[in-house]
């Protein structure tokens, strides 16, 4: 069984591909105590912070850093269509 990141991207959302990498692999090596996933996601990658309303930028999380909208749905398709024995 590999568990290169122990199921936790560590608040990096740039490592949350390689974790739900490892989880799909210890599901197919039998683990049966997944119970799931959670993706940090949004529409945009990244946070920032609320200084002002005027400059924001629409879809980019104010509080967590997430992974962007095209990466969340590839990541789910992945995880979606992976073998599970």
């Known amino acids: 069984m590999c568990i290169r990141d ?3 991207s560590h608040k990096d959302h740039k490592r949350q591909r390689n ?4 989880v799909t692999e210890q599901i197919n090596y039998g683990n049966r105590r997944i119970a799931g996933i959670m993706l ?9 912070p609320f200084n002002t309303p005027e400059n924001l ?3 980019v999380s104010l509080t967590d850093k997430c992974i962007g909208w095209q990466e969340t749905e590839e990541l789910i398709r992945y ?4 073998p599970k024995t």
């Open 19 to 22: 974790v739900l990498f490892d």
């Open 6 to 8: 122990s199921g936790n």
């Open 79 to 82: 995880f979606a269509d992976a």
């Open 40 to 48: 940090e996601s949004f529409l945009g990658e990244g946070n920032q």
């Open 57 to 59: 930028e629409y879809g």
